[in-house]
């Protein structure tokens, strides 16, 4: 399948599925009377999927061990309510030469915030700590997700440890897997470029890289930039459909959970990591009736699959699909 | 000759041990040069320095007439030194394909925007460095196991293989590192006849260092021997074999009694 097409497939899957799931309980499809919950399970699964596919671009392709992930969702998820939330009144005023489309506008405007202001923030985590190998890296970075948190945590603007509230509930099923459909692609697109190579060259082996004249540097931040942008869409996505964010839920325990996916997907495995995205989000679903047990369920099965399958559900089926692709 | 590479009293220092000590050295456009000595005399040492992997302490290195002592690994790269490892790093989850094509990046432009996007422009540049890396493969017989995992293939053709990845960035000076390290005889005498190839066909200025005295001797137009991080001799493989102080260096001196 050509580039092209699969970037009008994004298109494509964010036009059918919203005009199927329009989360509006009116609305005349016969689909849309799917119950709220099994909407929300659906969404959640979309949001984790960019989490995880995003993380997967700089632990799994770089080889960087990030442990910040969800400092960098939790910036996103407040500069989009910053635009929707605190900002509503004055750029919904400004944007009503829109008319009725303007809500909407203003929606991908708080998208468009959370994903630059995460890059933004992905940046200056990276240029410094990128230096750091391996554990030491992983250390730094979830001291920098903590440091996320805690500032806004301490930030009265925007509502400190109580929290944000009363964010508009834009986000729809079609947004947020006509995203996850759009960060699969970028990511599938920039793994088979220059960019890919570099990445994966680096992962494999940094100072061979830099003798072949990899700028390794160059490499690793634009993964982690890259990765913390769309930390920041999921991050807003998520604020716009809970409508409700603490600093409590961008904990070192959402990081971790994201770090479980790509781990159990196969790092380095985009198609892994999106199973593994969806599956672990129903999974705890299901669990839910186990209560307490629930976390023992899950760790037993991550202990038996990494004795199992070390190299994740699916590692390593995207290169057995690249060697077919050459066969034929 | 023109000398390509120039090294004026360089020093390397690790805290209070000196690795290399004011040696002074060329490498002249085109010609192979053998860099020998005992373990630990301070050859690799000299090789990470030249391409960047340390910072010399003192002395400046100069490529092509210009200062490089202290620029980074990749930035020494592009301006036209490549090198192989001792211990063979090849991009190990790479294809062999892939292992050449990820050298070629340099060579490459590379807009983010493009990546995405995928027009013309990127899908000809794609096309084209495929072919060139395939074309290169097959100059060296690694043409049929493009599509292998590079760890598949038998050491020999690593080795081969680090030659070709090191050759797509487009060397001017090609440092190799023990090449025949751990090579049996026959794969020894089939290493030379690569180097001398390579060289008439790309036609790079080649460092060697190598333990293997038939293998430097063999193919080095000159030879430059250290020990103790200093340079004790200098010249063509004749007169180094002559050399009472090489000989000693590697013998040890004769014992004179009383």
């Known amino acids: 399948m ?31 009377q799917i119950d709220d919950y099994l909407l929300n399970i659906l969404i959640m699964a979309g949001i984790n999927v960019i989490l995880a596919v995003s993380l997967n671009i700089v632990s799994g392709h770089t080889g960087q061990f990030s442990l910040g992930h969800a400092g960098f969702m939790a910036v996103g998820a407040y500069g989009s309510a910053a635009v929707t939330q605190i900002g509503g009144k004055p750029i919904l005023n400004a944007l009503s030469f829109l008319g009725g489309a303007a809500p909407i506008c203003m929606f991908v405007l708080s998208l468009l915030a959370g994903g630059f202001l995460a890059a933004v923030a992905g940046l200056a985590v990276g240029l410094p700590s990128l230096r750091l190998k391996g554990d030491y890296l992983a250390i730094v970075t979830l001291g920098f997700g903590e440091i996320i948190r805690v500032v806004i945590q301490n930030t009265e603007a925007v509502g400190g440890a109580r929290g944000l509230t009363g964010i508009p509930a834009f986000t729809t099923l079609g947004w947020t897997w006509g995203l996850a459909a759009f960060c699969i692609y970028c990511v599938s697109a920039l793994i088979r470029s220059t960019y890919g190579r570099g990445f994966l060259a680096v992962r494999d082996d940094e ?3 830099e003798a072949m004249g990899v700028n390794t540097t160059k490499y690793k931040v634009t993964a982690f930039v890259v990765g913390s942008f769309f930390a920041g869409l999921a991050g807003a996505l998520y604020a716009h459909l809970i409508g409700y964010i603490t600093p409590e839920g961008f904990s070192f325990l959402k990081s971790v959970d994201v770090v479980v996916m790509v781990i159990l997907g196969g790092m380095g495995s985009t198609l892994g990591v999106t199973v593994a995205a969806i599956l672990l989000t129903v999974l705890n679903e299901l669990l839910r009736q186990a209560e307490q047990y629930r976390m023992v369920a899950f760790a037993l099965l991550l202990i038996v699959l990494m004795i199992a399958r070390p190299q994740g559900l699916l590692g390593g089926i995207d290169r057995w699909l690249q060697a077919r692709r050459n066969r034929s | 000759m023109k000398p390509i590479l120039e090294l004026e009293k360089v020093v390397v220092r690790f805290g209070g041990l000196v690795a290399v000590s004011a040696v002074d050295f060329h490498v002249g456009e085109g010609e192979l040069v053998g860099l020998i000595g005992p373990n630990g005399a301070g050859k690799t040492t000299l090789f990470n320095v030249i391409t960047g992997v340390y910072k010399p302490t003192e002395g400046g290195i100069r490529f092509d007439g210009q200062t490089v002592g202290g620029l980074s690994a990749s930035d020494i790269t592009s301006r036209g030194i490549a090198r192989t490892f001792q211990n063979i790093r090849l991009f190990s989850s790479l294809s062999v394909l892939d ?53 598949s293939l038998a050491y020999g053709d690593q080795r081969r293989l680090e030659i070709v990845r090191a050759l797509a960035t487009k060397p001017r000076l090609l440092l190799l590192d023990e090449p025949a390290a751990g090579m049996n005889p026959t794969e020894k005498v089939e ?28 193919i080095c137009q000159r030879i430059a021997v250290l020990e103790y991080g200093r340079k004790i001799a200098e010249g063509t493989p004749g007169e180094i074999q002559q050399d009472r102080r090489v000989i000693a260096a590697y013998l040890g001196e004769e014992v004179v009694d009383a």
Not at chain 2, 145 to 151: L, S, V
Not at chain 2, 197 to 214: I, S, Y
């Open chain 2, 191 to 218: 290493l030379m006849r690569l180097i001398r190839f390579t060289q008439e066909r790309f036609g790079p200025a080649v460092l060697l260092v190598e333990h293997d005295m038939k293998v430097v001797m063999g």
């Open chain 2, 99 to 151: 292992n050449v094509v990820a050298a070629f990046n340099l060579h490459l432009k590379s807009g983010f925007l493009g990546a995405l996007w995928r027009g013309k422009q990127f899908r000809e540049q794609e096309r084209a460095v495929h072919e060139e890396a395939l074309q290169l493969l097959d100059v060296f017989g690694l043409k049929s196991a493009a599509h292998q995992p590079c760890r």
């Open chain 1, 207 to 209: 100072i061979a890289a």
């Open chain 1, 2 to 32: 050509g580039s092209r097409n699969s970037l009008l497939l994004c298109v494509l899957v964010f036009a059918v599925v919203s005009a199927l799931f329009t989360g509006h309980p009116e609305a005349a499809w016969p689909l849309a």
